[in-house]
């Protein structure tokens, strides 16, 4: 159980177009999706907390205008770059909380994106 | 806000010695402290969590201790294998409120050595 799973796992696009990426949970509802962002050989950095039916919260620093997330169920948060540039090239990992367990995080398999 | 310290960066241990990796907070109210195994090119896997009222808790060659008081908590591999190579992130929680946002090491480097 607790299976997340993202889509798609690798993306090349080229610079001003917009890469959509899915979190799916498999297999429970999640009331909260946390999108993170990790560059090589670095932890993992919160972007954004998404709540299913209202609208994100964004860490500072983040652009909620670049980084639009849609969290329309209690099972899908999407998260699309907007505009894409090289410098947003990156590994995006999303992450969902069990409603049944407030406590525990399950991550997806993250989604490496390359901006030409 | 809360600040996680995560040491050591890497370590190398022999196949069947023991990796002990430990972390540090800052927040007192944090009650939640999980451990996630990465391997390379993939998400995060939780491998074991610990609440604040719980002082340690083991799961077959893992356990997690608890110090509250000093506000430490460390990650302990038994018997390592070459699969147990991968990094390792701790995290604290400060739940309530709705707030559930964890916040992570900086990650630790675990190779075993055959």
């Known amino acids: 159980g607790a299976v997340v799973s993202q889509h798609p796992s690798r993306v090349i696009c080229k610079s001003g177009t917009s890469v959509k990426i899915e979190c799916r949970s498999l297999?429970?509802?999640?009331?909260?999706m946390f999108w993170y962002r990790q560059f090589p050989k670095k932890s993992l950095m919160l972007m954004a907390t998404?709540?299913?039916?209202?609208?994100?919260?964004?860490e500072q620093g983040v652009e909620k205008d670049k980084f639009l997330i849609n969290h329309a169920s209690l099972t899908l948060s999407t998260l699309t770059v907007t505009s894409a540039h090289p410098e947003d090239s990156s590994f995006y990992i999303c992450?969902?909380?069990?409603?049944?367990?407030?406590?525990?995080?399950?991550f997806g398999p993250g989604t490496r994106l390359t901006v030409l | 806000g809360e600040n996680v310290e995560q040491h050591p960066s890497t370590l190398s241990v022999q196949e069947g010695d023991s990796a002990v990796i430990k972390c540090t907070y800052s927040d007192s109210a944090s009650n939640y402290f999980p451990w996630y195994k990465q391997e390379l090119g993939k998400g995060p896997q939780l491998i074991i969590d610990i609440r604040s009222n719980v002082g340690e808790k083991k799961d077959q060659r893992i356990a997690v201790t608890l110090n509250k008081t000093a506000k430490h908590f460390s990650l302990h591999i038994t018997e390592t294998q070459p699969e147990d190579s991968a990094v390792y992130f701790c995290a604290a929680q400060t739940g309530g409120a709705g707030s559930y946002q964890l916040t992570f090491g900086k990650g630790t480097k675990l190779s075993v050595i055959p």
């Open positions: 998404s709540n299913e039916g209202s609208k994100a919260t964004y």
């Open positions: 992450s969902a909380r069990d409603f049944r367990n407030t406590d525990t995080q399950y």
């Open positions: 297999d429970f509802q999640a009331t909260t």
